[in-house]
């Protein structure tokens, strides 16, 4: 079972900022799992809420904010003084950063009620990466659909948050191919571990920050866990 790094080693270093991302490597993670939306001016940047005010000293949405307004903002210091001055990166930023060995699953967020082509954004700026091995997933099943019509080549991963009553039925009936499966850990069966082997998808895991979930998801089958301590869980 493989381990990917939540937002980087984020229980270690701010969240989705290069210094998690870097940590993570050091701490021998598999890959990365991290979240991407969009700015005012049409930029893709690394960040998980749609508000600024837990990760950084910024205010309000981040969609209302200009790539240059962003890059002002102090993501650090809410973590541990030590990172004051750490900076919100780009989807290139952080991708140039990652090794080409390491998995990466870019989580592509965009509110319901405002969607502005995100998928078409990440499609571009992923043709410049053919050489990384990227999973793009999301909660928002109509966005991923647009991105494989876009590109029949990106690799997807169905995101839920809940149970599905007939998985099989919903994956076969999804209009698109995936690679990954990811569910909370609190929604994953055996059955569901079992029917997805049975398709070749993978399972990926999230939020696993304890050893006994991770050891019960192991011997249940899952490929992967998503851990905001990849040091810890792997040691």
């Known amino acids: 079972m493989e381990i990917l790094a939540h937002r980087g080693s984020?229980?270690?270093?701010p969240e989705?900022?290069?210094?998690?991302?870097?940590?993570?490597i050091l701490d021998g993670c598999d890959g990365f799992e991290f979240d991407v939306q969009q700015t005012k001016d049409g930029k893709m940047v690394v960040?998980?809420?749609?508000?600024?005010?837990?990760?950084?000293?910024?205010?309000g949405y981040l969609r209302e904010h200009t790539l240059e307004e962003l890059k002002m903002l102090d993501a650090g210091s809410w973590f541990h003084k030590k990172f004051?001055?750490?900076?919100?990166?780009?989807?290139e930023e952080t991708l140039d950063i990652i090794?080409?060995?390491?998995?990466?699953?870019i989580e592509l967020k965009e509110e319901f009620s405002c969607e502005r082509e995100s998928e078409k954004i990440l499609s571009d700026?992923?043709?410049?990466?053919?050489?990384?091995?990227?999973?793009?997933?999301?909660?928002?099943?109509n966005?991923?659909?647009?991105?494989?019509?876009?590109?029949?080549?990106?690799?997807?991963?169905?995101l839920v948050e809940s149970h599905l009553l007939n998985l099989d039925k919903y994956i076969e009936n999804l209009g698109f191919d995936i690679v990954a499966y990811h569910p909370s850990k609190s929604f994953i069966s055996k059955n569901d571990i079992k029917y997805l082997k049975s398709k070749n998808i993978d399972i990926n895991v999230w939020t696993v920050?304890?050893?006994?979930?991770?050891?019960?998801?192991?011997?249940?089958?899952?490929?992967?866990?998503?851990?905001?301590?990849p040091r810890e869980l792997r040691d």
């Open 10 to 13: 984020s229980g270690s270093a």
């Open 47 to 59: 960040f998980h809420d749609w508000t600024l005010e837990r990760t950084s000293n910024g205010k």
């Open 125 to 141: 700026i992923l043709k410049k990466y053919k050489n990384k091995n990227i999973i793009v997933s999301s909660f928002s099943h």
């Open 209 to 229: 920050n304890s050893i006994k979930d991770a050891k019960a998801l192991k011997n249940m089958g899952a490929t992967r866990i998503i851990t905001n301590f």
């Open 143 to 158: 966005l991923l659909k647009n991105l494989k019509q876009l590109d029949s080549s990106i690799k997807i991963g169905l």
């Open 99 to 105: 090794p080409n060995h390491l998995l990466i699953n």
């Open 84 to 91: 004051s001055g750490e900076r919100i990166p780009t989807l």
């Open 16 to 24: 989705n900022t290069i210094s998690a991302f870097k940590k993570a």
